[in-house]
C-alpha cells in the first residue's frame, strides 16, 4: 500500500482522512501497538470497516513507523498481481495452479471449498507463493498470485516479474 485511497474516500467510508486518523492514533498510543491491535482499536473503538481499518493502520504504519510500501506486519515484503483467467473459479484457479505447479511443484495447500479458492506454496528459497480466485466475472475469472515473505523491497522487483512470467504461462 503507498498512500492508499484518497482523502476524500476515506472521509466518506470513515469519517476522517488519514491525517487525521494518523493523528488520533498516535494520540492513542498506536505507536507502540502490534499491526492487529491498531485494527482491532479501530474497529471496536471507532466502528471502522475491518478493511478500512486494515488501510489505515498500513498508512499509520508507513507515515509514523517507517513501514515501507509493500512491506508486511512481520518485516518481510510481499507483492501481488491480479489477471482475469477465462473459465468459471475453480477451472480458471486450475489453469493458473497448473503453470505454478510446472516450476514450483506441487502446491503443500489448498481450500477450494472457500468463499474465495486458494491455493499455495512454499517455495525452496523460503517465500512462498498464494492463488486465489475472486468472484467470477462475465469475462472469468481474476486470480490473484501473491508472492509472499520476501527478504527485503529489492525482490519484490523479481517476484513482480515472476508472476507476470506464470500468468503468461497460463493464459498466454
Given amino acids: 500500500m503507498d498512500r492508499g485511497m484518497g482523502a476524500a474516500a476515506t472521509r466518506a467510508a470513515t469519517g476522517r482522512d488519514y491525517d487525521e486518523w494518523r493523528d488520533l492514533l498516535e494520540a492513542a498510543g498506536a505507536l507502540e501497538w502490534r499491526h492487529p491491535t491498531t485494527v482491532k482499536w479501530l474497529v471496536a473503538q471507532h466502528g471502522v470497516d475491518h478493511w478500512w481499518a486494515q488501510g489505515i493502520t498500513v498508512d499509520f504504519e508507513q507515515d509514523r513507523k517507517g513501514r515501507l510500501p509493500g512491506q508486511q ?56 507463493l498464494v492463488a486465489a480466485a475472486q468472484p467470477q466475472k462475465p469475462s472469468g475469472t481474476p486470480i490473484n498470485l501473491m508472492a509472499e515473505k520476501l527478504p527485503d523491497a529489492a525482490a519484490m522487483q523479481t517476484a513482480k516479474a515472476a508472476i507476470a512470467a506464470l500468468f503468461a504461462a497460463a493464459v498466454g
Fill in 73 to 128: 506486519a512481520d518485516g518481510t515484503f510481499a507483492v501481488s498481481m491480479t489477471r482475469t483467467v477465462p473459465g468459471e473459479r475453480l477451472e480458471a484457479l486450475a489453469t493458473v495452479r497448473a503453470a505454478v505447479e510446472a516450476v514450483h511443484g506441487e502446491a503443500h495447500r489448498a481450500n477450494l471449498g472457500a468463499s474465495q479458492p486458494v491455493v499455495r506454496w512454499r517455495l525452496r528459497d523460503g517465500t512462498r
